[in-house]
Each structure stands twice: as C-alpha cells, then as structure tokens.
C-alpha cells in the first residue's frame, strides 16, 4: 500500500492550494480517508475525512475554507486548501484505512508573505 | 489545549517499563475506540496499538494498551533506544464529530 501526497507549496496568505494523495494497492473508496497535519513544533492535529459512503467531516479550525472530496476513477484524494492562514503552515498527511493504519510521507505547506 | 491530555514527556532506561496515559471524555474515549501512533522525526507516524487493545502485523508485544472509562495508557515494556518517539493517542469525538489527537508525549530513553 502506498499514499502519495502532492501540491505542497510556499503560498501567500489569502491564496488557494490543491492536495492530492494518489494510492497504489488500496482503494480510497472502499476506506475512510483523512487528511492530518502537524504544525512546525506542534503536535498532529486531524484537518478532515471522508468517509466510504462519500459524507465529509471538517475540524472547527478549517470549516468553510478547507474541502476534502475524492476521485474514485482515479483513486486519488484532494483536500482544496482556500483562504489560506499563516496558521495552516504544516506537513499534510494522507492517512487511510479501517483503522487509519496507512500513511503517505506528507506534503509542506507553507503560507508565508 | 487538546481535548485529550497526555503528559508532554515521559523517560526510562532501557529494560524498563514506561507507560503514557491518555484522559479523555464520554464523548470520546468514554464512547469510542482509542488508537495510538509513534511518532519519529522525519517521518510518518505509524498506527502503534488499534481498537484499544490491538497491535498491527509487526508490532513488537513490548507494546500493550488499555482503556477504562474516559481513559486509556499505552505501556512499553523491555524499553530499548529505538523506541525514543513522540506518541499520540487519538479517537473519535462524537460531539465535535471529528478525530481528536492528544497533544503528544515525547519518549526518552536515558
């Protein structure tokens, strides 16, 4: 099994950004999918999921800004990243599976003027 | 300030016995099924204990975890070098109707 993140970037504060967590071996519409960061010096903090029957749930911190949503043909999960804070500067992990057992390697975003 | 509390570090020599406590509420841990990672430094975590009580294929039986009430422990026995880790409990809560991860305690092996 394997989780690849992608489309980590240095943005400026108010700007957009898409995450993408491609899986090779593991079918992201048959599994509960998230999306967990962790802040520089900071401890992991869960950012969204989808789960298998397609209905999202979002942390307080990134309601109305964040949007997790899935690609079954292509097997890929994205989280769309808008009104982007100084805050939400963190490494993204893809984590899936029934428990969350799967881990990508993580993705830097970073938002910075 | 986590909705679970987890001490920020713990410490042992190796060959003892360390064991890192997680508190929770009814509407998470009092509810739900507990998981705990390892986290190393440049890496990703890894799923440590499932369902309370489960160790994953590969999982050394070192590694054991409970859970009682609102509240649940990791313990590591035997502790050797390698497992000097951040860990992370983490559950679902039903009233925030989202996964909440304990703030994290940093192991030191002496």
């Known amino acids: 099994v394997q989780l690849v993140e992608s489309g980590g970037d240095l943005i400026q504060p108010g700007g957009s950004l898409r995450l993408s967590c491609a899986a090779s071996e593991f079918i992201v519409g048959n599994n509960n999918m998230s999306w967990v960061r962790q802040a520089p010096g900071r401890g992991l903090e869960w950012v969204s999921v989808?789960?298998?029957?397609?209905?999202?749930d979002l942390a307080d911190s990134v309601r109305g800004r964040l949007t997790i949503f899935r690609d079954t043909s292509k097997n890929t999960v994205y989280l769309q990243m808008n009104s982007l804070r100084a805050e939400d500067t963190a490494i993204y992990y893809c984590v899936g599976g029934v428990p969350p057992i799967h881990w990508g390697q993580g993705t830097l975003v970073t938002v910075s003027s | 300030q986590s909705v679970l509390t987890q001490p920020p570090s713990a410490s042992g020599t190796p060959g003892q016995r360390v064991t890192i406590s997680c508190s929770g509420s009814?509407?998470?841990?009092?509810?739900?099924?507990v998981n705990w990672y390892q986290h190393l430094p440049g890496t990703a975590p890894k799923l440590l204990m499932y369902?309370?009580?489960q160790r994953p294929f590969g999982v050394p039986d070192r590694f054991s975890a409970s859970k009682s009430g609102t509240s649940a422990s990791l313990a590591i026995s035997g502790l050797q070098s390698e497992d000097e880790a951040d860990y992370y409990c983490a559950v679902w809560d039903d009233n925030l109707h989202g996964l909440v991860f304990g703030g994290g305690t940093k192991l030191t092996v002496l």
């Open positions: 369902y309370n009580n």
């Open positions: 009814t509407s998470n841990i009092g509810r739900n099924i």
């Open positions: 989808i789960h298998v029957d397609g209905t999202t």
